[in-house]
């Protein structure tokens, strides 16, 4: 499952509060499609986190966004407000 549609699914297939375990049994082992790597379970992304139970399915969409590995993210050090980071480039002034 891709990460955007997590949410949609937790309320589909949850009632709200939840505890971790009703979590873990019902989604745990739902897998998240990684752009730039191994995918990994909702499961290995809550063990990340100390929470316990979850208010709503925007709650836990956001404790799993929080707490998703770096596989998820886009380009490491991307700036699109000035220079690369590590990368050298000639400035051209007109």
Known sequence: MR????RNAF???????????????AVGDTTLEAPYGDPETI???LERT?????????ELFDTVLANVGEQYIG??????RG???G???EEVHF
């Open 11 to 25: 309320a589909r297939q949850l009632t709200f509060p939840a505890d971790r375990e009703t979590v873990l049994a």
């Open 75 to 80: 380009r490491k050090h991307y700036d699109d």
């Open 43 to 45: 499961r290995t992304v």
């Open 83 to 85: 220079a690369q980071g």
């Open 50 to 58: 100390d929470e316990s139970s979850f208010e709503s399915a925007d």
């Open 87 to 89: 990368i050298e480039t």
């Open 3 to 6: 990460l955007a549609e997590t």
